[in-house]
């Protein structure tokens, strides 16, 4: 039975959350001596998949509706799912992903495993390594279904490539009874998104204003990192919600992770625990990030910051 995974895309572009679906999908279905079908929707160019083992594709048209519809996609996925006859489901753990797999799952009649960090050590019964309690532990899942989808965490595979010449199908785009309807849409724009970014820098009280943040964006534009910002940041509109990060806001599993006057709450430390790599730049050593960091520096951010950026300036050129 084939591993059928959901590859997100963005304005035809598939992201990279989509390609390490795809990476961890060709591992399993190497592992079980299957095949691998990707499903996208209005991707313009899929064959970047070929670079990541991908055997079939389905790239479906959603003739004119242009954002994600929860109850269309999962529909269009179940079907290919059904036709197929696949086993095992996999989509990213983005906010799309996690609103996708338990509705996807449902319509499938599987198991949902969310906030997998690891390929399964067992297939027979399928059991997944999942984080639990906010990134402070793991656990072990096992499935008493046939089907499972599994929701793969940022950043927890990587990309890997596996060459192949994949087979282009088309998709059915199925119909919906749901009179949900987007009015507007919020965009970032020119910028490495918080989902995508393999380094954050984010910002925090300890910044005095936003007149100050070209020092947060100078680090940014040198590392080629995405920004973001604590709540109270944010809350004062010092910076757009876009960029908030932490347990209210949008969760953060960057391989580095840079806090710059952040004194680390526990909301935001449990959005970013996933980040495999934690920096943090405070001048109150007592400031709790300190003890959840792997890296610490304690200084004025506003003498740090310009050494840093001047020397990454210099290792760079």
Known sequence: ????????????????????????????????????????????????????????VYNINTKGDSFFNVDRYSASLVSIIENEKADIIVVSASADGRYLGPILAVGAQAAYFSNVVALPSSYDPLTVKRSCYTNKAFNKSV??????????????????????????????????????????VDKVTDKVTIADADIVVSGGRG??????????EDLATVLGAATACSKPVSDMGWRPHSEHVGQTGKPVASNLYIAIGVSGAIQHLAGINSSKVKVVINNDPEAPFFKAADYGIVGDAFEVLPKLIEKLKAIKQ
């Open 1 to 56: 039975m084939p591993v059928v995974v959901y590859v997100e895309s963005h304005n035809g572009v598939i992201k990279k959350a989509g390609l390490e679906v795809a990476s961890y999908g060709r591992a399993i279905a190497s592992a079980t001596q299957t095949y691998l079908v990707a499903v996208t929707f209005n991707t313009d160019d899929a064959s970047i998949l070929n670079i990541h083992g991908v055997d079939k």
């Open 143 to 184: 499935s008493n279904k046939r089907r499972a989808v599994i929701s793969l965490s940022s950043n927890a595979f990587g990309l890997k490539e596996q060459p192949s010449s994949a087979e282009n199908l088309e998709g059915e785009y199925s119909t919906s009874k749901s009179t949900l309807k987007v009015t507007a």
């Open 207 to 216: 910044l005095k204003g936003p007149e100050n943040w070209h020092l947060i």
